[in-house]
């Protein structure tokens, strides 16, 4: 799997939008980029994926560049909640049922009244 | 929905303890991990089991050991509970083609 590199932390005012970047330059093309977050003293809850469309549901929107080698996870008007640690895995979609997942340390996301 | 349920939110034990975590999917999913997170370092997969009595180490499974008896459990096991092994543990699965990973609430070990 690529390996995909995130800011540590950042803030982002309530009812903003809140842009979350990630870089994953050694992408391959049959890979896809999945975005989970993880609330405090809650499991990660996967978000969206895409490949090389952009993607929109009800909790966010993901932005792919043409060249595939970062994408940023838009989360339209932010609230309170959505403070958490926002991952990015960028891995083949139907990989063989014994491959492993792998969590990097992610962004943390404030959202400031 | 698909629920991953940990049995333990909370454990406190000693060192030297032999420590089961219990996780239990309730659909049917081939594939579970355990994750262990702890500051600063994200998730670490500690193992993964892709079907019963089958599992693979992560990467760092280290003082840890697995069972799958069944399908919809998986458990992890600290044979000697050491304080390097106060963590957040977090149990997930997901079904074999599908690439959505569903996770327990976890379960907060801390070793004394």
């Known amino acids: 799997d690529a390996k995909t590199t995130q800011p540590p932390s950042m803030d982002c005012a309530e009812g903003r939008a809140a842009n979350l970047p990630c870089n994953h330059s050694?992408?391959?093309?049959?890979?896809?980029v999945y975005w989970y977050r993880q609330i405090h003293s809650q499991g990660p809850q996967y978000i969206i994926h895409g490949l090389k469309n952009n993607e929109t549901n009800e909790m966010a929107s993901l932005i792919i560049t043409e060249d595939r080698k970062s994408s940023t996870l838009i989360l339209p008007h932010a609230t309170l909640r959505d403070t958490a640690v926002y991952y990015c895995?960028?891995?083949?979609?139907?990989?063989?049922?014994?491959?492993?997942?792998?969590f990097g340390p992610g962004t943390s996301l404030s959202v400031i009244p | 929905d698909v629920k991953v349920t940990q049995s333990s939110r909370y454990l406190v034990k000693r060192t030297g303890e032999k420590v089961f975590l219990e996780c239990v999917q309730d659909?049917?999913?081939?594939?579970m991990f355990w994750y262990r997170q702890d500051p600063g370092l994200g998730l670490r997969l500690i193992y993964f089991?892709?079907?019963?009595?089958?599992?693979e180490k992560g990467d760092i499974p280290e003082g840890y050991s697995v069972s799958r008896e069944k399908k919809e459990r998986f458990s992890l096991i600290l044979e000697s509970a050491s304080t390097n092994q106060t963590s957040m543990y977090l149990c997930?699965?997901?079904?074999?083609?599908?690439?959505?990973?569903?996770f327990g609430a976890g379960s907060r070990l801390t070793v004394l």
């Open positions: 895995i960028v891995r083949v979609a139907f990989g063989a049922s014994y491959d492993k997942v792998i």
């Open positions: 089991s892709y079907d019963v009595k089958m599992k």
């Open positions: 659909m049917d999913h081939e594939n």
């Open positions: 050694t992408i391959s093309g049959n890979e896809y």
């Open positions: 997930a699965s997901r079904e074999t083609g599908a690439n959505v990973l569903t």
